[in-house]
């Protein structure tokens, strides 16, 4: 028995244990091993509880893949739901019909990417049954990398790979609009399982979940459970809501205002852009939406 330390990520913790994953560093000279490390072990330089995504050292030994986890790597952020440290990207997925997109919810989504700093793609599925260019002008125009694709005929899930390639990914979206089958298709397996919205909530009751990273062959993680990222909007200020629709940053600076809530405001940059076609309509009457929303959640 012979232990080394190496370098790896965290990519489930179930009965106790935590798996570490080293294939993202065995070209450094590591290992392309899973080791697994007793979740009660001791993390000797600090006092912090693994989480499902980090980065960490474990000194283990290579033949009976066995290991203690010896440090844990400072995060980048921490998501609640699902609980994993270190998304380097969200997938917003939207359905081109079946369900109808539902554009304020996509924004929504968006807008807790941005205050997450975290990358967004968006991904317009379902393109077999609906064209998609429409709702792709929108979310293109505001600097999303947007797929139209389809996880039926598999249209685009090359592209969709390639953005997945070096991150980890959280995929978010209302349910029925495909999530479970576009993870299917990109990661290989028929691991996620997929249908109608009322026969999966039934059986959905009866089987806990783990969050779990797959590592994908083309590289990069997907997180195994889809994220609502949800925005709790009370004590938000206009400008704050501004940030969240990163296009518009560009058309702050011609508001005559320096406090201009781009609502009902004489020379503002936001709706002149608007009325120009610049910015979508659809995107701008989500951050109106967003800004009443804050605005009321303060009041109370
Ligand atoms: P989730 O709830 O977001 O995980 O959605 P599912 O992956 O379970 O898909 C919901 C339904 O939409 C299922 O009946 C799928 O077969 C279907 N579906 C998923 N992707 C596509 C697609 O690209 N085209 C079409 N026509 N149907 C799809
Ligand atoms: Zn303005």
Known sequence: MSDKKYKGRIIKGVGGFYYVDTAEYASEGGENAVFECPARGRFRKYKQTPLVGDIVTVIADNLSKKGVVDEILPRRNVLLRPPVANVTQMAVVIAAANPRP?????????????????????????????????????????????????????????????????????????SGVGKSSILNCVSGMERFETGEISSKAERGRHTT??????????????????????????????SECVSFFKEFENYTGDCRFSDCRHMTEPDCGITAAVERGDIAKSRYESYVRMLTEAESAGKR
């Not at 941005?114 to 429409?134: G, M």
């Not at 990273?213 to 909007?233: A, C, E, H, N």
Request: charged share 20%; net charge negative.
């Open 209 to 238: 979940r783990h969050t779990e990273l797959v590592r994908l062959d083309s590289g990069g993680y997907i997180i195994d459970t889809p994220g609502f990222g949800t925005i709790d909007f009370s004590g938000i200020s206009p």
């Open 102 to 174: 539902n554009l304020y919810l996509t924004d929504k989504m968006l807008a807790a990417a941005q205050a997450a700093r975290i990358d967004a793609v968006v991904c317009v599925n379902k393109t077999d049954i609906e064209n998609a260019d429409v709702i792709c002008e929108i979310y293109k125009s505001a600097g999303y990398c947007t797929i139209p694709m389809s996880a039926s005929d598999g249209t685009n899930v090359d592209i969709l790979k390639e953005k997945l390639n070096g991150n980890i990914t959280v995929f978010a979206g209302n």
